[in-house]
């Protein structure tokens, strides 16, 4: 076990602290609760938007703070405000706009406000109408998307404050395609993704280990007290610059390859397991 003493707890949600159907185990929650009365905090790391976060996680006592959008936005979960934002530049909004434009119906965007999440209306009723998507995903998606009829228009009129894009790619032979035009032809952006069918867009100072390391300096923790946990590329850099760094069993290789530590499955509860383990060593 790593000598280090925790004093925050950040997770990611899907496929980590959320199992595979993104429920949060009744375990889990109460984990979360005892660290929190233990003086260990609990915040979340999520590539989600903030207006996407489970209300049932939203309501856990305890919880009081979120890193959103891949870290482009911080948000006081108990008063609904955020903390800290950046927004993409205009300039790099265009190039990204532009590039999608080469692929359209087979790449669709999304746009993100505030935390609130932005779709091109046809994105919906396609995903919505595949059978080969989760009841899960399609409540999540009609949950928390706003659609919108003409994205590129909604995209232009408020060109101005978007957190964060999105690339959903349904041909996913040209992830790699488009991962490599975006390093190449937009400028200023951070960009990564969670899963192999979408790619996530943000500022150049964003990202989970960007945003850990904001929360930090915010709650005077310093970062070699934290503990992350994760499963995807998205979590890698974050798993990596935590003090103690774990991956769930279930997650992709970067995130393997980045802890200090892998556990079991995130169906088997394993993050509120090590989490009880944490505390322990407080005693």
Same mark, same amino acid.
């Given at each position: 076990?790593?000598?280090?003493?925790?004093?925050?707890?950040?997770?990611?949600?899907?496929?980590?602290?959320?199992?595979?159907?993104?429920?949060?185990?009744?375990?889990?929650?109460?984990?979360?609760?005892?660290?929190?009365?233990?003086?260990?905090?609990?915040?979340?790391?999520?590539?989600?938007?903030?207006?996407?976060?489970?209300?049932?996680?939203?309501?856990?006592?305890?919880?009081?703070?979120?890193?959103?959008?891949?870290?482009? %936005?911080? $948000? +006081? !979960?108990?008063?609904?405000?955020? &903390?800290? @934002?950046?927004?993409?530049? #205009?300039?790099?909004?265009?190039?990204?706009?532009?590039?999608?434009?080469?692929?359209?119906?087979?790449?669709?965007?999304?746009?993100?406000?505030?935390?609130?999440?932005?779709?091109?209306?046809?994105?919906?009723?396609?995903?919505?109408?595949?059978?080969?998507?989760?009841?899960?995903?399609?409540?999540?998606?009609?949950?928390?998307?706003?659609?919108?009829?003409?994205?590129?228009?909604?995209?232009?009129?408020?060109?101005?404050?978007?957190?964060?894009?999105?690339? %959903?790619? $349904? +041909? !996913?032979?040209?992830?790699?395609? &488009?991962? @490599?035009?975006?390093?190449? #032809?937009?400028?200023?952006?951070?960009?990564?993704?969670?899963?192999?069918?979408?790619?996530?867009?943000?500022?150049?100072?964003?990202?989970?280990?960007?945003?850990?390391?904001?929360?930090?300096?915010?709650?005077?923790?310093?970062?070699?007290?934290?503990?992350?946990?994760?499963?995807?590329?998205?979590?890698?850099?974050?798993?990596?610059?935590?003090?103690?760094?774990?991956?769930?069993?279930?997650?992709?290789?970067?995130?393997?390859?980045?802890?200090?530590?892998?556990?079991?499955?995130?169906?088997?509860?394993?993050?509120?397991?090590?989490?009880?383990?944490?505390? #322990?060593?407080?005693?």
């Amino acid at each position: 076990m790593l000598e280090t003493e925790i004093k925050m707890l950040a997770f990611d949600l899907d496929d980590t602290a959320l199992d595979g159907n993104g429920q949060l185990a009744p375990e889990t929650r109460e984990a979360f609760i005892k660290a929190a009365e233990a003086g260990v905090e609990p915040v979340i790391a999520s590539g989600r938007s903030f207006y996407s976060l489970p209300q049932e996680l939203l309501e856990v006592p305890g919880i009081r703070y979120a890193i959103c959008s891949n870290g482009a %936005n911080l $948000f +006081d !979960t108990v008063n609904r405000k955020c &903390l800290d @934002s950046m927004c993409l530049e #205009e300039y790099s909004i265009d190039q990204i706009v532009k590039i999608a434009d080469d692929y359209k119906d087979t790449v669709y965007l999304d746009a993100f406000t505030e935390g609130v999440p932005h779709s091109d209306r046809r994105l919906l009723d396609t995903l919505l109408s595949n059978d080969k998507i989760s009841e899960h995903r399609k409540a999540y998606l009609r949950r928390t998307r706003r659609p919108e009829e003409d994205i590129r228009g909604f995209i232009r009129d408020n060109k101005s404050h978007l957190d964060c894009m999105n690339y %959903n790619v $349904f +041909d !996913t032979r040209l992830f790699d395609e &488009l991962m @490599s035009r975006l390093a190449n #032809e937009v400028q200023d952006i951070y960009f990564t993704s969670s899963i192999p069918e979408l790619i996530e867009i943000s500022y150049k100072d964003s990202g989970k280990a960007a945003g850990l390391r904001r929360m930090c300096d915010y709650l005077n923790i310093p970062i070699q007290n934290v503990a992350a946990f994760g499963n995807a590329d998205n979590d890698a850099e974050m798993i990596s610059v935590a003090g103690r760094g774990y991956a769930v069993a279930n997650s992709s290789q970067v995130a393997l390859d980045a802890a200090d530590l892998v556990i079991g499955p995130c169906w088997e509860n394993s993050v509120a397991e090590e989490i009880m383990r944490i505390l #322990e060593e407080k005693h």
